[in-house]
């Protein structure tokens, strides 16, 4: 309760100083401080009004959140908010559907507040869409790419299902460096930071309070040293003020060699224990040939094993085997826990410190012991039951658990009718193949829907099938519609798809299925990211706040609240090493590639190098999160690598310290001469 009474209490105290700023807004306001720039550190001033001789004279350079400056000569000019929105170029948005700051001030001028607190829900709802596509149409695909490519666990857990745990985190911030306007990419530097000290704090807190224990030295002290020398570059990018593609792509061959030694240290660790272990049997086998209690030597086979116990062992071997849950088994376990995909044991433990994970008792083996009973009345609910095609149709499309509802508590229903229209769309646009299901997920009319689908959805949310960014104009090619020529491939692949499989039973390309998933599913994830980014926008507009606070505050939270979640209910049920890994591995995944992906990209697109506005919220965010994880570095080892509940309790202590100086920096009660550094 601890954690998360205090993590609470940060939430009020942000409120607090968004309302307000709210205040503050609703002054006309005649500085020409950009609320982008919060240290007032361009030398260019965004806002040039001038009223000589009853004209007006603009520049190009106003931006949205000027609206806020002077109200009196915004409505001289422009008539009304709504119109300022709708003809200042910084109001506009460079990636999704829509423009919120237009909703805000246009739909609901005249009730703003009803507009903001829909909006909310709306971004409370996106964030389920992005966690629910992360986990159950994501993570599964890649699963299934992992196996048919034939991928150690190793290579897998740093690569792909890595890449699947920070997905909403990296597309996040492509999304953000994408609409970042006048080099200002606060949101997506304050979004990675703020949430690496979140985890590194609040959740490592939270689980050290939870369950004490001992951390594994090697594995530790590895991710949290690459950790430091990641933020370390970060800070030395942002004080540059510019990155260049060089650099960009250093960020990706930084974590490519990180990826490089957990590998090399796991291969040495596995060849010293198996050396240890023989060795081990070795003498094992030699006193048990020497010595035995009636005097007498055992004959031995392979070197350990006595001849008289070894069908025994050999049994006892295949029911540890039966009893020990499979690796993607386990993982799956792990996700229905908090929504959330845990790979930690792949990112940060040592292959011999995995727990032994006990498994569930299944109603199969419910059912198996009580055959004789239920089988009568098992044959007569599957005479009852019609077990058609489109019975099975309709239950993979429903968005609700069927046989879990009646169990659910109050709180546990209505998030399911909250996110059911996403999930249903989800489910007829994304295949899935898991292994684990019946005929592997597959279902021959739900599929084939999909074929039809896929294609149509990523045609409309990537806007390949308009012909301009600012209108709805269908695109043609030499005068044929683009979008009935992706209608006539869909067609042909679906028919092709059901001409070529059965109902009963999977067809033999089925893996295919889920490459389409995970190409879909990117799609799905960086358009709703994108819309989460508009609408953070939005917010720092209409409440005067910098894209830095938003950051890492709404954003940081909202990707992060799954570590918390679930790392948590881990330490409660007696795993904490596999939640302490992931949260050192997972924000320095997150941090390496959530820079090096979006500014390779932006470089690109702007010749080579982009600039980066640096703010004195970027020195804080730097700034707490090198000493949460000196804080780690330091303080483990003095502890012994035992972290207790004072450990965790002085972390969370640091993140409420880290909160508050970043408030007060915010709100210009602390300024920090950034061109002083």
């Not at 409120?15 to 550190?41: A, E, G, K, Q």
């Not at 990641?230 to 490519?256: C, N, P, Q, R, S």
Request: proline share 4%; glycine share 8%.
């Amino acid at each position: 309760m601890i954690p998360a009474n205090c993590f609470v209490v940060v939430v009020l105290v942000v409120s607090l100083v968004s309302c307000t700023n709210v205040f503050y807004t609703l002054t006309p306001i005649h500085s020409v401080r950009s609320v982008s720039d919060p240290d007032n550190t361009t030398s260019q001033q965004r806002v040039v009004i001038s009223n000589s001789g009853g004209g007006a004279n603009t520049e190009n350079h106003l931006g949205c959140g000027d609206l806020h400056k002077d109200s009196t000569n915004v409505s001289y000019i422009y008539g009304n908010i709504c119109n300022f929105t709708k003809q200042v170029d910084d109001c506009s948005i460079d990636e999704g559907f829509i423009n919120y700051t237009q909703t805000v001030y246009c739909s609901f001028s005249s009730l703003i507040w009803l507009g903001i607190i829909v909006l909310l829900i709306w971004w409370l709802f996106l964030f389920v869409g992005l966690a629910v596509t992360a986990d159950d149409f994501f993570c599964p695909s890649l699963t299934v790419i992992t196996k048919t490519l034939h991928l150690s666990h190793n290579i897998a857990g740093v690569t792909l299902l890595a890449f699947g745990n920070g997905a909403p985190d990296i597309f996040s911030a492509i999304a953000a460096i994408g609409n970042a306007k006048d080099g200002d990419a606060g949101l997506a530097i304050g979004a990675l930071v703020g949430a690496g000290i979140f985890v590194t704090t609040i959740v490592v807190g939270a689980i050290t309070i939870t369950h004490p224990f001992h951390a594994m030295e090697r594995p530790f002290l590895r991710d949290i040293i690459f950790y430091i020398a990641a933020v370390f570059w970060t800070f030395y990018v942002l004080h540059d003020k510019k990155i260049v593609t060089g650099e960009a792509i250093g960020f990706i061959g930084l974590y490519v060699f990180y990826v490089i030694v957990v590998m090399v240290s796991r291969y040495i660790r596995q060849k010293n224990k198996a050396k240890e272990e023989a060795l081990a049997a070795s003498n094992k086998a030699k006193e048990d040939f020497t010595q035995s209690d009636d005097g007498i030597p055992h004959v031995l086979v392979s070197n350990d094993i006595p001849v008289s116990d070894s069908e025994g062992i050999d049994a006892g071997l295949r029911e540890a085997h039966r009893s020990t849950p499979q690796p993607n088994r386990a993982i799956a376990g792990l996700a229905l826990t908090a929504e959330k995909v845990i790979v930690s044991p792949l990112l940060g433990n040592e292959v011999n410190t995995v727990p032994e994970l006990h498994p569930q008792i299944t109603n199969s083996a419910i059912l198996s012991k009580n055959d004789n009973e239920l089988t009568p009345l098992l044959k007569s609910f599957k005479s009852s039951e019609d077990n058609t095609v489109l019975t099975e149709f309709f239950k993979a499309i429903n968005p609700f658990d069927v046989d879990e509802w009646k169990n659910m508590k109050f709180y546990s229903k209505l998030y399911e009718i909250f996110k059911a229209p996403i999930l249903f769309l989800l489910m007829i646009t994304i295949p899935v193949v898991d292994y684990e299901k019946e005929k592997h997920n597959w279902n021959k009319i739900l599929n084939v829907l999909q074929c039809m689908t896929c294609p149509l959805f990523s045609a409309i949310v990537t806007k390949g099938i308009f012909a301009g960014d600012d209108d709805f104009n269908l695109k043609t090619l030499n005068g044929f519609p683009v979008i009935v020529l992706i209608v006539l491939i869909s067609i042909v692949l679906s028919g092709i798809v059901w001409c070529t499989s059965k109902h009963d039973t999977q067809p033999k390309y089925h893996d295919l299925f889920a490459y389409m998933g995970f190409v879909i599913s990117v799609i799905w994830i960086y358009s709703i990211a994108n819309e989460i980014v508009n609408l953070l926008q939005m917010l720092g507009i209409v409440f005067h706040i910098s894209n830095a606070i938003l950051g890492l505050t709404l954003l940081a939270w909202g990707n992060s609240i799954g570590d918390l979640i679930a790392d948590t209910v881990m330490a409660r049920q007696g795993f904490p090493r596999m939640g302490i890994s992931a949260c050192f591995g997972g924000p320095l995944f997150n941090l390496l590639l959530g820079i090096g992906i979006p500014f390779t990209i932006g470089c690109i697109r702007k010749g080579g190098t982009f600039h980066i506005q640096f703010t004195g919220i970027q020195v804080i965010l730097t700034l707490f999160l090198t000493l949460s994880l000196l804080s780690s570095l330091i303080l483990a080892p003095l502890l012994k690598f035992h972290l207790n509940k004072k450990y965790g309790l002085y972390l969370i202590v640091l993140y409420v310290i880290f909160i508050i100086f970043a408030v007060l920096v915010e709100s210009g009660v602390l300024n920090i001469d950034v061109k002083s550094l």
